[in-house]
């Protein structure tokens, strides 16, 4: 995620990846997608067909007024537990599990080791990013976004604690309440593509703090296509763009 002038080392990568999974030949090949998209200071623009010849699914992600980087899935996992881990999508002690929708964290890995965790395109977790990172979200509610905010009996407020470094920064609430904008067309993978773009207002009141999220999602199924999130409420915000969506 941090965009630096020089080739970075795919060891560290391949290692951490390794650690995690095991799977050689995976690394092999998600080296070689790195090697590709993860050179020079300047954004990182493929062609749709680089896109789809990767066997992984793909984002674009731009932290700040850095430069915008090709990460690639390298992980995709049901939350750890249901009700107190990283994730924006905890089960309520009076909601039955059946009815929760599927969540699925997506951990995109960039090649100097950076990580996101997004789940619906909501942002869940960061490591190992310069700027900071978000360590955790946590809510009894299920995320409007992991519903289906486009429908109309989806809830439009959202209420979760948010933890982030650097700093000791834990169990700020946060609430937010979400509005339709409009629906637009925007251009993705050199593909215009019609979405309905719903803001997000945050506020953290323990810190007299508001700020505004922005989603693009498809009309047919809610899917966030596109993000502009803050990675926390005095972090930078980061942008997020799917190209090449995971398929379970």
Known sequence: MRINNKIFSLVTVSAVLCAMSGCSQRISALNDTIELAFIGDKDVILTPEQISANPYASIYAKIGDTAQAFVVLAFAEPPATLSSTATSTAISSTQSPSTTPKALELKWLSADNGMIMTVNGRLVKTHNL???????????????????????????????????????????????????????????????????HYSELVTIKGLNIQYQNEFWLKPDNGQVVKSRQKIAPNLPYIDITLLKPFAS
């Open 130 to 196: 310069l700027a900071g990172n978000l360590a955790g979200v946590t809510s009894v509610q299920i995320d409007p976004l992991l519903q289906g905010l486009h429908l109309e009996s989806t809830p439009k407020t959202w209420h979760r604690l948010l933890d982030w470094q650097p700093g000791y920064h834990y169990g700020y609430q946060a609430d937010s309440q979400f509005q339709f904008v409009a629906t637009e067309t925007i251009i993705i993978n050199q593909t215009p593509t019609q979405v309905l």
